[in-house]
């Protein structure tokens, strides 16, 4: 099966993450070009199976052919997950919204049993350094008011939702949901122009729906990732 790979890179090829937009939801990351290249093949299985695992219809992947579509390297702060692509222009269908915001909500689940099943207490950081698991579910959800805020504008009780999470402390599972449904019925509620608009900015990256959604579904899968790496190696 073909995927094409959209890459952004550090200086020298460098810390080169890769996104599959074919497979929404999908990156993959390495210190070099080769290596991220190399990580999207168990990237796309593991996501293929995360559908799966979820109901939805899949193909077969094997045999995996990538292809680079598009390779930045010309900015100074790359790397970073911060590029729009070519592909980014696309007008979203609400078909497509649909299937995404069907993900979104298996992902969620995902990321609360994944922080749920951590070994040490939720609000309590690893002795490996990084978040604790309250600030990663915490840092999720305001990344998603960022994403969509970014093109839709503010979100009209947003504020008080995220502000609830953060005083849940260990147990944000309420506030988490009620959060994500504020922006579900959001993104539900896109109009045509919406889902077809380009925000323009200057000296900044534009905006569309299609990123938008593509960002909230890879970031949180990130997490996703994290919290599960992370609990291999505190049972390892």
């Known amino acids: 099966m073909r995927f094409e790979l959209y890459l952004e ?27 991220a290249i190399e990580n999207t093949r168990a990237a796309i299985l593991d996501r293929i199976e995360f559908m799966r ?5 899949a193909p077969e992947p094997e045999p995996i052919e990538l292809v680079v579509a598009e390779h930045v390297i010309e900015r100074k702060w790359l790397g ?9 222009r696309a007008p979203l269908t609400e078909e497509e919204v649909r299937d995404q915001l069907r993900w979104a909500g298996w992902s969620r689940e995902e990321l609360v049993a994944a922080a749920r099943a951590q070994t040490i207490p939720m609000t309590s950081k690893p002795d490996a350094g990084g978040r604790a698991a309250a600030e990663i579910v915490s840092h999720v959800a305001g990344s998603e008011w960022s994403y969509v805020s970014s093109l839709l504008g503010t979100l009209p009780g947003y504020g008080p939702a995220m502000a ?14 009620a959060e994500r449904e504020i922006v579900l019925a959001r ?5 045509e122009d919406e889902l077809t608009r380009v925000v323009e900015r200057e000296g900044k990256a534009p905006r569309t729906a299609r990123r938008m959604l593509r960002r ?8 996703v990732l994290e919290l599960r790496a992370r609990l291999e190696a505190s049972v390892g």
């Open 9 to 35: 890179s550090g200086p020298q090829h460098r810390k080169t993450w890769v996104f599959v937009p074919g497979l929404a939801g999908c990156t993959a990351r390495g210190p070099t070009t080769e290596a």
């Open 53 to 57: 695992r979820h109901g939805e219809p």
């Open 80 to 88: 970073f997950e911060t590029k729009f692509f070519a592909s980014d």
């Open 164 to 177: 609830a999470i953060e005083r849940a402390g260990p147990e944000p599972w309420e506030a988490l949901a």
């Open 187 to 191: 993104l539900t509620a896109m109009t």
């Open 216 to 223: 909230l579904l890879e970031h949180e899968w990130e997490h």
